[in-house]
């Protein structure tokens, strides 16, 4: 294929201080990121102590291709780079977002960059923002460009391609947009673009169009607005509040939000779409998690893409927000080459399941624009969920979806299960290749009902 590179004007968008509504929103205290509540089951596995430098290894069982995935590693981490920060320092979600990695001079004190990665933090024309915690960058190969976790958040050179398929806004969000930063595109659902800021960048986001933008001053009159929206429109009765990422929001923002659309009396369901528990584990805090759990029904969609990404600190964030009685669910995109075989799949699906996560979705990669290098084909995916059909647990299997572009929604891509009738007989291949007879015209079943029995 012939790939014109194609530079494009740099868009000097990354942040470099936490938004300003955490400065609006009260500061939470020293002792309101302490452990104080421990999870009233224990988490995987139970005999590790969480809280202790000591603890050595999680994951001896999982051939991960990073060493940084232990507590120790962690610390020798802090100490290398961060030389005098503390471990509750570190441990505190605020110093973390205000630590964030921001430019090529910063990152290259921990990774040996390559050419294209410097090109693209530094010589401009990253379209998406740039920012990673100190915890994610502490999870990074520093030698290997390839580490699936460091394809996910350092930009490279591919970022400056634009394919003729690309899209600004894949999805048409903006088409059923009604007020600012709320979609309604689905009868009885909306949702609610709460904030565009995120503690760590992907570089496959479907809303690169947004994210990064520093507008949190704005937010007060346009969460009013959507409020409003939602109030006049009884026919909506789940809302999903995502981004960027709400979970980056103070806890007294995201309760201003979670308490007004509790209090709509048709409002039966509310949703959270966050990374948060595998970039910026320190934020699920107690205090965050006691105010979350007085607006159940509440459910959260996890964002993970690798098995690397479950450290103790994730798998014991994901603990806190499942014994605060919210149900987990999970989003993964299938990425070239960070997730994109059977064996990472099923690795990340496990991981998730020992964390309280229930897989929910596998998405194919929007065309975002610069992201196509990202992109697989939509037979791999199928092929990924044939190898987990009938050879994993039913819950380790998410669905396969593609976000359909213009705005279509989410179809589910299934592998074909039917393979013909014989007579009244469905035919049906099972996970073997194997087939298999379903009667499906007895006197009493079917489509048809018989009273003269
Ligand atoms: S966390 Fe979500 S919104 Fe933020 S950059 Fe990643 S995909 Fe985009």
Redesign the pocket.
């Known amino acids: 294929m012939n790939k014109t590179v194609r530079k494009v004007a740099y868009a000097a968008t990354a942040l470099v201080s936490p938004p300003v509504y955490d400065r609006v929103f009260t500061s939470e205290t020293q002792s309101d990121i302490e452990d104080v509540e421990p999870p009233s089951r224990p988490v995987y596995p139970s005999s590790i102590d969480y809280t202790s430098e000591n603890v050595t290894n999680l994951s001896l069982s999982l051939p991960l291709k990073s060493e940084r995935t232990t507590v120790t590693s962690r610390t020798l981490f802090r100490k290398n780079y961060y030389p005098g920060v503390t471990k509750k320092e570190w441990d505190d979600w605020r110093w973390q977002l205000t630590h964030r990695i921001t430019r090529a001079d910063e990152l290259s004190r921990m990774l040996k960059l390559s050419g294209g990665e410097l090109q693209a933090i530094s010589g401009g024309g990253n379209l ?1 923002p740039f920012a990673i915690t100190p915890y994610y960058a502490s999870l990074l190969d520093p030698d290997n460009p390839s580490d699936p976790l460091r394809l996910t958040v350092v930009p490279t050179a591919n970022e400056f391609y634009i394919d003729p398929s690309d899209m600004i806004d894949p999805l048409c969000e903006e088409h059923d947009e009604v007020t600012p930063g709320l979609i309604h595109r689905y009868p009885d659902r909306v949702l609610f673009l709460a904030t ?1 800021f ?5 570089r ?5 169009r947004i ?2 933008e520093n507008k949190s001053e704005e937010c007060g009159d346009k969460w009013s607005k959507a409020i409003n929206y939602i109030k006049t429109h009884t026919e909506i009765r789940d809302v999903l509040i ?4 709400p979970l980056t929001l103070p806890d007294e923002a995201l309760e201003n939000i979670l308490s007004r659309v509790r209090a709509i009396p048709h409002i039966e369901f509310i949703r959270i ?4 528990p595998t ?1 910026l584990p320190q934020r699920i805090t107690t205090k965050l998690t006691r105010m979350l759990r007085k607006y159940h029904p509440l459910f959260i969609s996890v ?1 993970a893409a690798h098995a690397a990404e479950f450290t103790p600190e994730a798998v014991k964030a994901c603990a806190r927000l499942a014994d605060a009685g919210i149900p987990l669910g999970s989003q993964t ?1 299938l990425l070239k080459g960070v997730n994109d075989n059977l064996a990472d799949i099923k690795r990340l699906m496990h991981k998730l399941l020992m964390s309280r996560v229930r897989p929910y979705y596998m998405y194919q990669c929007d065309p975002v624009r610069g992201t196509s290098h990202f992109r697989t084909s939509v037979a791999k995916g199928l092929e990924i969920i044939s190898g987990l059909r009938g050879f994993t647990s039913g819950y380790a299997i998410p669905t396969f979806v593609i976000d359909s572009p213009g705005g279509g929604g989410k179809v589910p891509v299934n592998v074909n299960s039917i393979c013909g009738t014989d007579g009244d007989d469905l035919l049906l291949i099972n996970y073997e290749g194997k087939v298999f007879r379903y009667p499906q015209n007895s006197a009493l079943s079917g489509d048809s009902v018989r009273n003269d029995l």
């Not at 496959?204 to 690169?208: A, G, L, Q």
């Not at 995502?242 to 990422?245: F, I």
């Not at 779409?273 to 948060?276: D, E, H, I, Q, R």
């Open positions: 998406l565009s995120c503690s760590t960048y992907c496959y986001c479907t809303r690169s994210v990064g995502s981004g960027g990422d779409g966050t990374k948060v970039v964002h995109v």
